[in-house]
């Protein structure tokens, strides 16, 4: 196949109508596509895909030789052949420079072209042409491209292209392995090489950005920070370590470090820059990022309340915050930075400071508490906590943070003695209320001595007052009444004798028999209501119900006597004192009650025994009740419970306004009630 697409580049619309011209001699010939400078040539190439490219060299925007590198690097199967009008020898080591397949001079045009392109063609058959590299040695080989050339000078320029190609493909290695993004660009500011790192800091592929202007990646607020890189560019100058910020394709904006410096021609004209910008964004970012945070640190330090200082191995004062120089009297920095800080310590704790400072210095880190006299002559109590800090020089100096309590210590010292004042008074105080307490415990066991006393007083009392009834009892019952008795029956027998012989005196005698009949039935009752033997005798249950039955007689009360089944009989002292409870009752009844009925309720359930006595009169009023709840009054009262201690009974009293209950509970002692036999004896012993 003969077949040839080719991409006519030139700046001159009459040059590329020859040339049109030219190529339409070959049927099987197509021109593809025009282009009028590099940077055009460039994207049409890329879109259009010829297989040769026909490229002048002087074109505006990108000459054609920075071009014919792009293509041959980006489409190394589209051959380029340089036309041009300079002088031919250059222009041969130029195409060989950027790899181009051919060159013709513009003069020889209508004789050279077709045939150099024929060559192309037929290399292209041959596969020769097939090699990736675009292999212009080869092709030079062949002096239809290259016309006019001697062998020597054509060895000497193929070795030349080799190195030059292996300088060119390393360089581009290098170039393109970098981290950096290396940029060159005309002095138009076009650019005409993008590597791989440039793409990957700024976001555009080569494709993209080649060809278009510099400004594509400067903000547009820097956009006259080109126009002066240009300037000393074409003065020849290099732009180093030039911090700036570009942008990226995504809009985001990079802080970079650029380094630009002047491209040359052969014959040492700046013809461009090749740059190398370094993303420093991460290393701004740090700086930015210190810079706050040092100033950060500065500003807590400048308003802290507290002194921070700085005081080297030696006791020189490096640096001190506001703050310290309030408290050492200084009105700036300056009257105290770079000398002894020793000077400020008080003289009695000034060796214990500096063996502090030392120590710190050492690397330990510490506290202490000094005095200091500050330039003014003030005396300050100061609390410090340090920590060893190494300085850029790379000595460790002491860093303190150092506090005034002056008047925390004085506070201090007053709460000390407040506290010790507080103390000795407590321990007085304590030492009184010891004495006290001692002498009312002493008082209170004298009370209570005494109130046991009086209760053991009280309660022989009790025992003595019945033993006392049972004697007097006894007594009026064996003697006074034994004696009225013989003294009735004597009466009864003179009466007998009287009434046969004397009959007047028979009447009065009669009156005497009767009186001592009433006098021995009044010693009875006496001796009874003192102590009832039926008590002894038949049991508790006899003996109330007797003295219910007298107490109904003499009072007209109506009394209830309720028995539960089963009573039985309780031990000999516990009936005599439940005796005693119902008759304090019903006498209380009688006399202050009002009441015309009382119910006397005895239950007995296992070891249980409760005795209740109830009646439906005016009721106990609730201040009198209180004050007899707390044994505060009535002896009669009083006596019950006195009564009840000794078998753990408790007693409870319930009153108001439609009648008083007082109630009984005591749980029967374990031994068993003596038998009714046993009473039985002991009751004849009093009865006779
Ligand atoms: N059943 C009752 N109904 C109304 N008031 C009563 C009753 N029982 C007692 N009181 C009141 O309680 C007081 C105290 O009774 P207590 O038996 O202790 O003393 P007293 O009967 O006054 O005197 P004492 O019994 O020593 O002769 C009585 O004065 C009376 O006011
Ligand atoms: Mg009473």
């Known amino acids: 196949m003969n077949s040839l697409r080719v991409l006519i580049v030139d700046d001159h619309e009459a040059t590329r109508r020859g040339l049109r011209s030219l190529l339409s001699s070959r049927s099987d010939w197509e021109v593809c596509g025009e282009a009028e400078d590099g940077m055009e040539a460039v994207e049409k190439a890329i879109a259009l895909r010829p297989d040769v490219v026909l490229m002048d060299i002087s074109m505006p925007r990108m000459n054609g030789l920075d071009a014919t590198r792009v293509i041959r690097r980006d489409l190394p199967a589209s051959k380029v052949v340089i036309v041009s009008q300079n002088d031919p020898a250059i222009v041969r080591r130029q195409a060989l420079g950027v790899n181009a397949s051919g060159c013709v001079s513009k003069s020889d045009l209508s004789r050279e072209l077709i045939s150099t392109l024929d060559k192309l063609v037929q290399k292209r058959r041959s596969g020769e042409t097939a090699d990736s590299q675009g292999s212009l040695a080869a092709e030079s080989d062949d002096q239809k491209e290259f016309p006019e050339r001697p062998a020597a000078d054509l060895e000497l320029a193929r070795i030349e292209r080799a190195q030059a190609e292996r300088a060119n493909a390393l360089l581009a290695a290098i170039v393109d392995s ?25 976001g555009y592929t080569a494709k993209e950005a080649i060809g278009r202007h510099i400004t594509l990646i400067i903000p547009s607020d820097r956009r006259d920070e080109e126009t002066k890189i240009l300037e000393r560019l074409k003065r020849g100058e290099r732009v180093d370590h030039f911090e700036t910020i570009r942008v990226r394709k995504d809009g985001r904006k990079l802080d970079i470090s650029l380094t630009i410096s002047p491209v040359k021609d052969s014959a040492g004209r700046v013809v461009g820059a090749s740059k190398v910008a370094r993303d420093v964004s991460d290393q701004k970012q740090i700086e930015r990022t210190l810079r706050e945070s040092e100033e950060r640190f500065r500003a807590i330090v400048e308003t802290t309340s507290e002194c921070v200082k700085l005081v080297s191995a030696d006791g020189t004062l490096l640096h001190m915050n506001s703050s310290g120089l309030t408290m050492v009297g200084a009105d700036c920095a300056d009257e105290v930075t770079g000398k002894s800080f020793y000077d400020l310590v008080a003289a009695n704790d000034r060796e214990k400071f500096r063996a502090f400072n030392e120590q710190i210095c050492r690397g330990e880190k510490g506290s202490l508490e000094f005095d200091i006299v500050g330039l003014k002559g003030t005396s300050r109590r100061m609390e410090t906590h340090a920590a060893p800090l190494r300085i850029s020089d790379g000595t460790v100096v002491q860093l303190g943070v150092t506090r005034d309590i002056t008047e925390r210590t004085r506070a201090e010292e007053n709460l000390r003695r407040s506290e010790e004042k507080l103390r000795e008074l407590a321990e007085e105080l304590e030492t009184q209320v010891r004495v006290r307490t001692k002498e009312l415990e002493e008082r209170n066991a004298e009370v209570l001595k005494q109130s046991e006393q009086l209760r053991e007083l009280s309660s022989r009392f009790l025992q003595a007052q019945d033993q006392e009834r049972r004697h007097i009892a006894r007594e009026l019952h064996d003697s006074a009444g034994q004696i009225v008795t013989v003294l009735g029956m004597n009466l009864a027998q003179i009466s007998q004798q009287a009434r046969e012989n004397a009959p007047r005196i028979a009447a009065d005698l009669d009156e005497c028999r009767q009186l001592a009949q009433q006098l021995s039935q009044e010693i009875r009752t006496t001796s009874y209501l003192l102590y009832p033997p039926l008590l002894d005798e038949t049991g508790l249950q006899e003996a109330l119900r007797w003295y219910i039955q007298g107490l109904t007689d003499r009072s007209g009360l109506d009394i209830r006597l309720d028995v539960s089944a089963d009573f039985g009989r309780l031990p000999r002292e516990m009936e005599l004192v439940v005796y005693r409870l119902v008759q304090e009752c019903l006498t209380n009844i009688h006399r202050h009650s009002g009441s015309k009925t009382a119910v006397i309720r005895l239950v007995r359930d296992g070891e249980i025994f409760s ?78």
């Open 611 to 688: 005795l209740e006595v109830e009646d439906a009169g005016k009721g106990i009023p609730p201040e009198k009740l209180n004050l007899l709840q707390l044994q505060g009054a009535g002896v009669g009262l009083r006596g019950m419970r006195e009564r009840i201690r000794p078998f753990d009974g408790q007693m409870n009293i319930i009153s108001n306004d439609g009648g008083t209950t007082i109630s009984f509970i005591f749980r029967l002692p374990g031994p068993p009630a003596p038998s009714p036999e046993n009473i039985g004896q002991e009751v004849q012993g009093f009865l006779e």
């Open 178 to 202: 970098s981290d950096d993004a290396i940029i060159s660009k005309n002095l138009n500011g076009v650019i005409t090489s993008w590597n791989e790192g440039a793409r990957r800091m700024f």
